[in-house]
Every structure is written in C-alpha cells, then in structure tokens.
C-alpha cells in the first residue's frame, strides 16, 4: 500500500474478517467485547456491534447462522461478510454457474438471503453520511465485492467527501466478465494462497488430466469455459513471507510448479474408472484447497499485515 493509513485500515479490515469467524463458532458475546474495547493499532472500538444472521449458503433448512457483522462509530459503517466453513461450501460455491449476469450464482444467492438486513442497517438515520468499508475473507471476500456492487448501484451509495471502500483477503473471482466499479476494491492475497486463482487453476489442472477431463466433459462441456472464464475486479496486492505488499501490475496464477505437482498427485488419484465422477471432482477440489489451507486462513492475512503480530485479542480464543 501508498501509505502507513492505508495499511492500517487493510488490517483493521482483515482483523474483523478474522472476527466474522469468531462470532460464528464462539458466539456474539466475545466478539461485542473485542469490538467495544477496540486494540491499539489493531482496531478501533465501534459503539454499534449487529450480528448478521441467514441460512447456510446453498442450503434448503431454516437454520440462521451468523454471517458476518454490521458495526458503526461516528464516522463510519462496516460491513463484514463470513466466509465459508465447510468443505461442501467450497464444492458447491465453485460448482454454482453464473446466472443471468455473469455473476457466480452461490456468491449470489448467499448475498441474497441477508441484504435486506445491511439495506436497514445502511438506511437508519443515525448511519446518515458515514464512510462505508466493506470487506470479508475468502467466500465472505466474493460476498463483499457484489455488496459493494449493489450499494453503488442503488441509493445507498454515498455522496462525496463519503467514502465507499471494500477490502477483501483470500477472495474468489465473482463474475465471467469484466466488472467495472467506480469506487476502490484493495483485493488481498498471501503469496503462497492459490485459492483466490482456483477456478482458473482448476481449468488448468483438469486439462492435463485426460481422463478427468473426459469425465468433465461428457458432465458438464460448458464447465472448463465457465472456470476459465473467472476474473477478478479491483487491484491485487500480493503479501509476502517478508511482509512486504506488492501491487501486482498482472493477474499470475501462484506457483505453477506447485501447480504441476498437484497435477502429477491428482493424475495418480483419479486414474481408476471406478470413482464416481462428483467423487472425483470433490477430491480434486479438497486436494487443492488442503495445500494452500494454512496461507489462506484469515488470521494468516492479519498476521502478514501486522508484520507478523496477532492482535492481543487472539490469545483469549479457542480458535481462530
């Protein structure tokens, strides 16, 4: 980033990602505490704590979940967007085609089932002329950038000097074609995360498996196009072992020997014809996400870009 400022808002921003999760699998108590206390350079205390609540993405039960967190100060409003917890979230999310839009329909559809909850929340009178910062990690990152899209096309887009900002870390592509926003997206990735890339990393992969790629075909022949055909919207800045953030000038796919390695794996795994071909697809799918599981978890972005401190609040929890 240009400045100290910007990087400090980037890990306010990550810091609260990391929280989404907390307040999903610890409860909304702890997360009040932290929120209401604020940490020195870590974050800022917010005097209003909301907790947003929805059915599991891509789910028919009735169950709420928390998904993420509505927070507001004097100044600003804050939007943070869960990401996902299970490994079927993941099948499904990438398994989802675009809808009318081009957009990623799960990223969608989990939009979808909490908006009308943050339109109230932006609407109220006391959040009148407040910057809006919108950010999330991973699926919660792709749920973040279609916020942002909605806000900037209806009413709920402020007016300058206001400012409308999303920061998202370790996020998926949302859309088949290029999106074009008048408003700043800082897009976050750890070096050695290539699930940010994994649709464009699958289409690769699935082509230098010849028979996986038959099966993908013979299943669903629009598939390789659709994956390949993701990209993202907003600058990418890469955060390395060093700690260091680097605007990345072009979109490269991560580690490509790493890439072919997985490949070699995934060839020796799948060769037998008697898996069923979703079976397949679902190994080659955990495969992937297992080997860039630790860089991609949130409190690994919060780490990168504190110079490697955890905030003092980490200690206290289970996990993270």
Not at 213 to 238: M, R
Request: proline share 6%; charged share 20%; aromatic share 10%.
């Amino acid at each position: 980033m240009k400045t100290s400022t910007d990087r400090q808002r980037a890990l306010e921003m990550a810091c609260i990602s990391q929280l989404a999760y907390v307040a999903y699998k610890q409860g909304n108590d702890i997360v009040s505490n932290i929120l209401k206390t604020g940490y020195p350079s870590f974050l800022q205390p917010y005097q209003t704590i909301e907790f947003i609540s929805a059915p599991r993405p891509l789910s028919d039960t009735d169950e709420l979940v928390c998904c993420g967190l509505l927070l507001s100060n004097e100044n600003d409003i804050v939007i943070a967007i869960r990401g996902t917890e299970r490994l079927d979230d993941y099948f499904f999310n990438l398994l989802a085609f675009p809808n009318s839009e081009a957009i990623h329909s799960g990223f969608n559809l989990y939009v979808k089932s909490f908006w009308q909850q943050l339109q109230d929340f932006i609407q109220r009178e006391e959040n009148a002329n407040k910057n809006i910062f919108v950010t999330g990690h991973s699926l919660g990152g792709a749920a973040a950038t279609l916020i942002t899209k909605r806000i900037s096309e209806t009413e709920l887009k402020p007016i300058a000097p206001y400012t409308l900002e999303t920061y998202t870390f370790g996020a998926p592509p949302v859309s088949t074609i290029e999106l074009i926003l008048d408003t700043p997206i800082y897009r976050f990735r750890n070096s050695g995360d290539f699930i940010p890339n994994l649709p464009k990393i699958i289409a690769v992969l699935l082509n230098r498996i010849p028979g996986i790629k038959q099966v993908i075909i013979n299943w669903k022949p629009e598939l390789l196009k659709t994956l390949a055909d993701y990209s993202h919207i907003g600058n990418e800045y890469c955060l390395n072992k060093k700690y260091e953030i680097i605007e990345q000038t072009e979109t490269n796919l991560p580690n490509l020997q790493l890439i072919l390695q997985i490949s070699s794996l995934l060839a020796t795994q799948l060769k037998s014809p008697s898996q069923a071909d979703i079976n397949k697809f679902r190994l080659l799918i955990n495969t992937l996400i297992q080997t860039s599981l630790e860089e991609h978890r949130a409190i690994k972005y919060v780490e990168r870009i504190s110079f490697g401190k955890l905030p003092p609040y980490i200690s206290n929890l289970d996990d993270d």
